[in-house]
């Protein structure tokens, strides 16, 4: 259900929206989401029980003075009824393809039990 991309670094399947112009409207629906930059590099990949509230916080608070997460440009969402075990599943792919895990992860968001 998710993909990496050679060329142009998209991580889930589907359209990568703009993040300002549609981040207030997603569904109140447990899923992971991926933020990007202006280059489509990937800052972050994360989870949340309802990604209306979380995208409705970001917005609000523009990320809550995370100045890594305020360079979002762009953005992914898969709605999924375990964002746990996805986003398990996105993060160790991704180390494993990049030898790291994204800028604005860090080291520990990688255990999943």
Same mark, same amino acid.
């Given at each position: ?8 670094? $998209? ?55 995370? $100045? ?46």
């Amino acid at each position: 259900m998710y993909h990496f991309s050679i060329f142009n670094m $998209e991580i889930l399947e589907g359209k990568v929206l703009l993040w300002l112009d549609s981040a207030r409207f997603v569904k109140n629906k447990p899923g992971v989401y991926v933020l990007y930059d202006k280059k489509l590099n990937v800052l972050y990949i994360g989870k949340s029980d309802s990604l209306q509230k979380e995208f409705e916080k970001y917005v609000d608070t523009n990320f809550e003075n995370d $100045e890594c997460k305020q360079k979002t440009h762009t953005y992914q969402r898969l709605f999924t009824e375990n964002p746990k075990e996805r986003i398990c599943q996105l993060l160790e792919d991704y180390k494993k393809e990049h030898d790291k895990v994204p800028i604005c992860n860090v080291e520990s968001d990688l255990v999943c039990v």
